[in-house]
């Protein structure tokens, strides 16, 4: 209908653009003006002769609304067009903004969904992590600092009892989020099936151990289904009854703070995983706590963190400081200062990764 009225617009304005410009000979314009009555000699008014022409003052006034009401139609059919396409691009536009919002409203749902099985999924692991109360019967004084980058986290701690040694593991395993929660699960399964089912107290022995079963969990002769993951971690040993720790690391080290300075053990280079089954052993060190004296365990999120005037990783070095700068504290303190000075450091920035530091004072 909309391009019938547009097409009989512009004929009408065709044809009367031609009517417009009709011309009339000389002999039928003296008729029509000796016709009127005005002109008594209409021959005496004209000099020329012959088929020269002239348009019909008469005519064109006739032609003249003609046009003008051919315009006015033509007009009329253009805004009735352009209303008609209005219209239709308007419940185009409803029609879309409908199923956006339907879209949005499934994606939300979908969100709600995934969000609360996190949440769920954080209580879950929180259970998991080791009960504190063998810290508290064991140690003075200890502290704890868990902030995952997501949700739930990549890293975890372990903590147990066997006969008289308590073992505390920090890991950080590869990734954060769901991907690293689901590692964190696996790596404390091993621990429990590797110290208290085997009765394994060697720390190396340990760590070999965990690397051993990592190997053999993610390892497969299909190439694309080779999986990197692994994990960091630092592990001790004390003697409830001598006070010596036997610690051992992979990619971790532990901080002793005493009196004097904070000093490093480092532990190995190599990371636990299933890149490669590593035949070197891990290393050992030895060390009596007295006293008064604190130890650290703690994963890369805090000395990674990326923040500071000029936008740099936070360091061991100024880790370290800190510690050192508050040990005159009571450890509850030197927790509240840690955050503060994590958090002022990270300022506005994202948090690089999951952030966890396990202190103990004898």
């Known amino acids: 209908m909309k391009y019938l009225i ?9 044809i009367s653009s031609l009517l417009f410009i009709k011309e009339f000979n000389l002999a039928e314009l003296k008729q029509e003006l000796e016709h009127t009555g005005l002109f008594k000699d209409a021959g005496d008014a004209f000099t020329h ?9 008469r005519q064109t006034h006739r032609n003249f609304y003609i046009l003008l009401m051919t315009m006015s139609i033509s007009s009329l059919g253009f805004i009735y067009y352009a209303f008609v396409q209005k219209k239709q691009l308007s419940k185009k536009l409803i029609i879309i903004n409908k199923e956006v919002l339907l879209k949005n ?17 954080k209580h879950l692991q929180r259970a998991m992590l080791s009960n504190t109360n063998i810290l508290k019967e064991y140690f003075s004084k200890y502290l704890i600092i868990n902030r995952p980058k997501d ?26 989020g769901v991907p690293g929660a689901f590692m964190t699960i696996l790596g404390n399964s091993l621990l429990n099936q590797i110290v208290l089912e085997n009765n394994t107290i060697s720390t190396s022995k340990i760590l ?40 051992s690391g992979a990619r971790r080290n532990l901080l002793v703070l005493s009196n004097d300075n904070c000093n490093e053990l480092k532990g190995s ?40 005037e000029n936008y740099k990783k936070f360091m061991t070095k100024n880790f370290k400081e800190l510690l050192n700068l508050n040990k005159s504290l009571d450890l509850d303190q ?19 990764d999951d952030v966890l530091i396990l202190g103990l004072e004898v």
């Open 6 to 14: 547009l097409t009989l617009s512009l004929l009408s304005f065709f």
């Open 49 to 57: 002769e012959g088929k020269e022409t002239l348009v019909c003052y």
């Open 105 to 121: 409203k499934v994606i939300e749902e979908k969100n709600t969904e995934i969000i609360s099985g996190i949440n769920y999924a």
């Open 151 to 176: 949700i739930v986290s990549g890293d975890f701690y372990w903590v147990e009892k066997v006969g008289g040694y308590i073992f505390v593991a920090v890991a950080d395993c590869t990734g954060h």
């Open 208 to 247: 070999s151990e965990l690397n051993k079963r990592l190997f053999q969990t993610f390892v497969t002769e299909k190439e694309s289904e080779k999986v990197n993951d692994g994990m960091d971690i630092s592990i001790i040993r004390f003697d409830c009854s001598t006070k010596e720790i036997l610690f």
């Open 269 to 308: 280079r190599q990371s636990l995983g299933a890149e490669k089954n590593h035949s070197t052993p891990f290393g050992e060190e030895t060390l009596i706590l007295k006293k008064g004296e604190r130890i650290f365990l703690y994963t890369d999120g805090v000395t990674d963190q990326l923040g500071g």
């Open 334 to 352: 030197q927790r509240k200062i840690i955050i503060e000075t994590i958090t002022k450091w990270k300022g506005n920035n994202i948090q690089t």
